[in-house]
């Protein structure tokens, strides 16, 4: 059901931001896409042929966004549109008349997802679907071929409801089953049927796409446009960039509310910022759900706007504003008897979004010989920065906990760039040279083949000791220029998952309106965000599509997964140029990377959870390459009764083995925490337990199902990766203390 697009407006988002004034003028967007393609040929850096070829690509990304699955048009749709426009859009866009195409393909999909969802009332309304028949459906279908009329696309149509209905059925006995062995209350007794349940999904579905304005029709075809050069480079309307920037910055201004769409219409209430507008006012609760807001300042019924169906992106504008107004929420209070509504009045204002920054803790691990080795971790979710005022940067935040660390007389260190997906070059660069002397840290080479080596900026690095850094298949961009400049240099040791993500190219963000012409409305244009450069390590090496391989790797079931550079649409190609004139490593040997990989090797080797890894590795590719669901329930139950049991029988072990673990570690460990709160206070170090999960920035909303999951939790919040990397910066630590000590390293 689900469509690409939908990417551009998150399913759960926190309510913050900039002004939501209604647009008065709005841009030609025809007059958009004519300079965007203008620009694209000028700027891009891989200087793609504006041709029949691109314009055919233009298409084939455009019906792949609305239609990922390829279970709305047919191939005489296709058949259709690639006659009338196939090598015809970018003359289209470039005479300043490529819209009403864009326009006419969208309202077709429109028409064939009513037809669809039209099809999911009478399916649902009809007699009982036979789960006894064996029929299945493919996982994915994004390399199968359209349906070939509107007769194969009902049947296809039939079949995926049939899943959903039966997936839905499954679920809910699987619930009642765990509940009766548990002996707790069914958290599904009270709810919908499952019929009940997928039509309203797809009601929801269709109101999305019906709720359509010519903007939003302009900002999916551009996009598609834009990403046929290039999987990063975007179209980003007015509403995007304003959100892209408030993430660089991690402050926001809104109520400090994480929502997420439910399928009957409403607006649910997942998490409340803690000492946010939300938090303050204290009359939103968690599992509240918003059916209308007025953003006049008054509680008349009358004047409050209805959001039942619409999308959250449309409903977060509704609740953003200006610092200091007010917004009112009509909510019915969760728990409360059905159709109780009530008004929420809540002042808008700034949102730290704490989560997102970086942190530190010191992590004291008792060694065999009764000594105690103490480790630094660092925890950098992205390298954020504002770019308006400069008041927020990463790198200051990072160089303030680090220089607390060498206070802390370390003796080794953590950097942890999982799941940090970049952000700041410029942060990048700044931070590599708080571990290394000057020298190069990053090359860039533009479209005319010319590169610039640009240099770490401290002449001596706050931290010289030893050090690793986590990353995995998240890890993108600045997280792939800092882990390569480090492994380059020989300066630390990476650990993870095979490799990084494999973004190995800077886009920068333009202001389509400035190119608008002189007397033309520049309102909500939107910018381009477009690749012009590619960037190299100091050895010369692009990160583009390898990324940055582990030194010491550990199993991931992300590695079953088609996740990274390689698998996007348009990847540009891995090269290498020349190494920097300067690049000067240090010597590998004082890494000992042999070494530590043997000693890893032996703890994955004797570690159940590694092993349990691999074993789901093994069955999440086997299921990915058979790309089949059966709809036999028989053979859904057998499958989930395998799963059930597995899972039963690995928590049993885990069970026990977590209790012993959890008693050596209280014995052998002792956690630190650092923030940037307690940095500007000044504070000493706070002890604290990491499997305490109740001191975070945000009170999220307990899933319903969440106490029949019996799995139990890391003991000491020390999930198997960061365990196994603080073991290998132990064995670094203990092996360059003794090579220092037998002379063989200064």
Known sequence: MT????????????CAAFSCSAMAQQADFNEVGRQMAIMLQNSHFARIPFNEELSRRFLGDYLKDLDFQRLY???????KFTADYGDRLHTLLLQGNSLSAATEIYRVFEKRVEARVAQTGKLLNGTDFDFSVNESVMMSRKNAPWPKNENEAADLWRLQIKEAVLAEVLRRELLTKLAKEQGKADPGSDDRSPKEKVSLRYKRFLASVKDVDDEEVANYFLSAVARAYDPHTDYMS???????????????????ALLQAEEDGATKIMGIVVGGPADREGSLKLNDRVVAVNTLNTTKAEDMTDIMFMKIDKVVDLIRGKEGTEVALKVEPAGGPPGET?????QRGKVEM?????????????????TSRRLGVITLPSFYADFDEGKVRCSVDVER????LTEEKID????????????????VRRMTGFFIERGPVVQVKNTLGQVQVKDSENGKPIYGGPMVVMTDKSSASASEILAGALQDFNRAVVVGESSTFGKGTVQQPMDIGRMLPLFAVRNRAGFLKVTIQKFYRPSGSSTQMDGVVSDVVLPSLMDALEMGEAFLDHPLPHDRIRQAADFKPLDAQALFIPRLKESSQERLNASKDFSYVIQDIMKTKDRLKANKLSLNKSTREKDLAESDAQQKERNTERRARFEKMSK???????????????????????PYDPSDESGGYMRRAKDETDDLDETPTWPTGLNPVKRESLMVLRDLVDLSENARMAGLIK
Request: hydrophobic letters at 40%; aromatic letters at 8%; proline letters at 0%.
């Open 401 to 404: 906990i680090l220089k607390r």
């Open 412 to 427: 080794g260190l953590v950097l942890d760039l999982r799941n940090n997906g970049g952000g700041s070059l410029e942060e």
């Open 3 to 14: 469509i690409s697009w939908f990417r551009k407006a998150a399913s759960a988002v926190v």
């Open 342 to 346: 009530r008004i929420v009045v809540i």
């Open 238 to 256: 007015f509403r995007e960039m304003n959100r892209f920037k408030d993430g660089m910055k991690n402050e926001l201004v809104g109520i400090g």
């Open 354 to 370: 704490k989560d997102e920054q970086a942190s530190g803790e010191v992590i004291e691990i008792k060694t065999k010989k009764g």
């Open 73 to 79: 048009f047919t191939q005489q749709d296709v058949d």
């Open 664 to 686: 050596e570690d209280k014995e052998n460990f002792k956690f630190y925490k650092i923030t940037l709160e307690d940095l500007e206070k000044g504070a000493d170090l706070k």
